[in-house]
């Protein structure tokens, strides 16, 4: 475990606790500040994402010339994506330059705000999907299915390799299992959100130090 990942996941049992501490103590500062909207916690989400997104650019550009154009373009891809998340998770700066909605989204988003993640399509919420099947679906394949393929299968490994793909270690798929036993600690339905900042941190953890590590480290290059 690297010194970074020593540092993270003590700040981030800390933050955890002290969500499940506030929301089984006073459950109106949870809901009204900590998880709200522009509260702590969604800053947090988006600092994060916003994390993860420099950390595929930075990664893009300077293993260009060692991995190919295929590598890079990757990380860019999952760069822009991160960006995306966190963009939104702000509505944009919709809340902070205080721009009117298109007529779009004050008629489908549940919070008639500019953003995806409130939208509901023909009575289908498009946050539900996202997270509540889709996650869990993708969160399966890829921390249980896909690492064993890859020490198995030489095409599985070359190819999670030429795309840049990170793997999770037994320790970040462990620590996804603690977080969901402890947000089903948290008395509110609203604990999705710091289940969506805890996912994101470690998932940020696991890019920074997987289980294909020297595929995205300067120090395994032949220069």
């Known amino acids: 475990m690297k010194l970074f990942e020593k540092i993270m996941y003590p ?3 800390i933050f955890l606790g002290l969500a499940i501490y506030y929301s089984q103590t006073n459950l109106l500062y949870f809901e009204s500040a900590m998880v709200a909207e522009d509260g702590f916690f969604q800053w947090m989400i ?7 997104s420099v950390m595929c650019f930075y990664r893009a550009s300077i293993l260009k010339p060692f991995r190919g154009a295929g590598f890079a373009a990757s990380q860019v891809i999952a760069g822009i994506i991160f960006l995306a998340f966190a963009m939104d998770e702000m509505s944009w700066g919709q809340r902070i330059f205080n721009f009117s909605s298109p007529q779009f989204f004050l ?4 919070k008639m705000q500019f953003n995806l993640q409130h939208l509901v399509l023909n009575g289908f ?4 999907i996202i997270f509540t099947l889709a996650i869990k679906i993708i969160a399966t394949l890829y921390f249980l299915v896909l690492p064993f393929f ?3 299968l030489d095409k599985i490994k070359q190819f999670v390799n030429r795309f840049a793909i990170p793997l999770p270690r037994y320790t970040q798929t462990g620590a ?4 969901a036993g402890l947000i089903s600690l948290i008395p509110s339905e609203l604990r999705f959100v710091i289940f969506e900042f ?3 941190w ?3 953890l696991m890019m920074y130090n997987p289980l294909n590590d020297e595929v995205f480290s300067r120090k395994s290059l032949v220069r």
Do not use: E, P, Q, R
């Open 11 to 13: 700040v981030l049992i």
């Open 46 to 52: 988006f600092y994060t994402l916003l994390f993860a």
């Open 107 to 110: 008629t489908h988003n549940t």
């Open 125 to 128: 919420h498009l946050n539900n």
């Open 150 to 152: 890859y020490t198995k």
């Open 176 to 179: 996804y299992i603690i977080l």
């Open 198 to 200: 805890g996912f994101y």
């Open 202 to 204: 470690i998932l940020v």
